[in-house]
């Protein structure tokens, strides 16, 4: 643990290569390294099937020659770094030119680290991971209705980012996560159902219960026995917060400065105008405290704020990094996102939907019928059109009460109409990097039988 939360020799390794890089012939150059450690147990049926430790240690280098750039990488960091510097520089010779390519402007970088409060120093043991797992299974299991166990996991892990560029920045931090997950069968033979839950965290005090997380799991299984089919209608939906999630994903997705400059975005020209109804926010922060995406400087270096995507209902920017930023002529918004192997790319931190003001409850009350989802089954959207269709699982609402479980239905709309017409319920929880409450979505088509 010591080597891990010690990171001289990252920094200094970092620093080295863009020395090195300068030396080789580079006009500019940046490098990032990462270090990382991860422990995970996977259980079935009261004992331990998979036991796993990993560790590794991973550099990046990317250098500008003009316009011309290119990368390269390797986990072996105890080499002399020259070598690499040189094969970097002599790719980028060779490389296309690109206009818009280049290190961030100096005057974005973070000038102060803020206290995220991302490291949990404690890392689980083995020990307490498999107790985590066989917890959380053994309360699955004692649902009534579950007939089995399709296994339990937990994980743990710790890692440090080292970001150093030839235009002075020197930034560093440290995250841990935890999490474990149940999931469970109910049901026998051709009747079987099967569903799960999971919690994360980057510390462990802010985890569900392992009984929690297996007793949901067991309860949603049973929850979808005896599934029925539906005529084919249109009606309301209500998207469960579990899948609603999914919607800002996909409103991610088409205002990702790539996609918009890429003009594959069915959102492309709608910047400034209204996509949801009045009152409706979107944000996106990466400086909340203990946030599962939370970091001080984006994978450039440059620092983050809070921002509204969604002001009153009103798409407000862009998700961009530097190069992105420059091919559509704005700043950057601080949302680049880095490997060691790639250039940056622009990405969404802890993203969530502001939570309305009625219940859940409340929200379907006037429903005659409708469909409540709990659960979405592939990637049917079209993000040049807009065009959504996804299979589809959860309960037949009637009369403003969910009453019968539903299966292999497809929904289906376009997302353009489907933003217009949302509301949020008032249930918003902060569990995971994109967060919703449960969301109503008027008219989509409801293929059944």
Known sequence: MSSLLDQTALSDIAERLVTAARRAGADTADAVAVRSMSLSVGVRDGAVEQSERAESDDV??????????????????????????????????????????????????????????????????????????????????AVKGVSKSEGASASASIGGMVLATSHGFRGAYLVSRCGFSMSAIAGEGTGMETDYDFTSALHAADLESPEKVGRTAGERAVARL????????????????????????????????????????????????????????????????????????????????????????????????SATARELGLATTGHAQRG???????????????????????????????????????????????????????????????????????IAGNLVDMFASLTPANDLEFRHAVDAPTVRVEGLTIAGR
């Open 60 to 141: 990046g280098l990317r250098v500008f020659v003009g316009r011309r750039s290119a990368v390269v990488s390797t986990n072996d960091i105890a080499s002399e770094v020259a070598p690499l510097a040189e094969r970097a520089v002599a790719m980028a010779k060779v490389a296309p030119e690109d206009k818009f390519a280049g290190l961030a402007d100096a005057a974005a970088l973070a000038r102060a680290m803020p206290e995220l409060d991302l490291l949990d120093p404690d890392l689980a043991t083995v020990s307490v991971l498999e107790d985590r797992a066989l917890r959380a299974e053994a309360a699955g299991l």
């Open 340 to 410: 060691v192997s790639s250039a940056p790319s622009p990405g969404a931190t802890n993203l969530y939907l502001e939570a309305g003001a009625l219940s859940p409850d409340a929200l379907m009350a006037d429903i005659r019928e409708g469909f409540y989802v709990t659960s979405l089954i592939g990637m049917g959207v079209n993000q040049v059109t807009g065009d959504y269709s996804r299979g589809a699982a959860g309960f037949w609402i009637e009369n403003g009460k969910p009453t019968y479980p539903v299966s292999e239905v497809t």
């Open 226 to 321: 005896n599934p029925r089919k539906v005529e084919t209608t249109k009606a309301p939906v209500i998207f469960d917060k579990r899948v609603a999630s999914s919607l800002l994903g996909h409103l991610a997705g088409a205002i990702n400065g790539s996609a918009v400059a890429r003009k594959t975005s069915f959102l492309k020209d709608k910047l400034g105008e209204r996509l949801f109804r009045a009152g409706i926010r979107v944000i996106d922060d990466p400086l909340r405290r203990r946030g599962l995406r939370s970091r001080p400087f984006d994978g450039e270096g440059v620092a983050g704020s809070r921002r509204s995507l969604i002001d009153d209902g009103v798409l407000t920017t862009w998700l961009l990094d």
